[in-house]
């Protein structure tokens, strides 16, 4: 099975901080994404890579950035932490992206609380 | 713009009874769908996805179907049981973009004992 790591399930940061959610995946998938999910907004793309060193923004990608250094890890960067980006972060791969054969498979998430 | 809605937005059954789950979406250009259950505080598991092409899958005690013409799915859940409590996400992947895989605000399914 596809298996999706994210580093951390709990977080606590200071306003401020620049705080590094990592995600770690080992099937080879060229995609990988990284949504954020808060109650009432649902599930909300923040980045997406679909191959190593490329990144496309997705629909709230401000405040954020990414890495992708190797194929299998995607890195989410809050630059500098604020209190409206406490939320639950899912990280996410796919073999295409569309899908491709066996969809999209998540991480555990991060929960991230922001002080 | 694609929008996915799921109706009911919760919903609670008595163990044992057979339940759908409903997913519409506005644009049926649409190149998969796939349901996803979502435990409290945890990630999302795939449950089940269905190409555009298909129109169906099974997987155990459950059943989801496709109707891309109309823009809906269900997923079917049979003989229910308290484990299979959870949040369920419905969601499709669309457009010409990469990474455009656009979720509903989820059914959250209560059975209980």
């Known amino acids: 099975d596809v298996k999706v790591t994210q580093s951390s399930r709990y977080l606590v940061k200071r306003t401020g901080e620049k705080v590094f959610l990592e995600c770690v995946q080992d099937?080879?998938?060229?995609?990988m994404f990284w949504y954020r999910q808060d109650p009432g907004l649902g599930l909300r793309l923040i980045y997406f890579?679909?191959?190593?060193?490329?990144?496309e923004k997705g629909d709230i990608p401000e405040g954020y950035s990414v890495s992708r250094e190797k194929k299998e890890r995607f890195s989410l960067i809050l630059e500098s932490a604020s209190t409206n980006q406490t939320s639950m972060y899912l990280c996410a791969s796919s073999s295409h992206g569309t899908g491709g054969r066996y969809g999209y498979t998540f991480g555990s998430g991060t929960r991230l609380t922001v002080v | 713009k694609q929008e996915v809605t799921q109706i009911p937005a919760a919903l609670s059954v008595p163990e044992g009874e057979n339940l759908v789950l409903n997913c519409s979406f506005t644009d049926s250009a649409i190149y998969n769908l796939q349901w996803f259950r979502q435990d409290p505080g945890k990630g999302l598991t795939s449950l089940l996805l269905i190409q555009s092409s298909q129109r169906e899958q099974t997987s155990g005690r459950l059943n989801a179907s496709l109707d891309k013409s109309s823009g809906r799915s269900t997923l079917y859940i049979a003989a229910s049981q308290p484990g299979d409590s959870a949040t369920y996400l419905c969601?499709?992947?669309?457009?010409?973009?990469?990474?455009?895989?656009?979720f509903g605000k989820g059914t959250k399914l209560s059975v209980k004992p």
């Open positions: 969601a499709v992947s669309s457009g010409g973009s990469q990474g455009n895989l656009i």
């Open positions: 890579s679909y191959d190593v060193k490329m990144k």
């Open positions: 099937m080879d998938h060229e995609n």
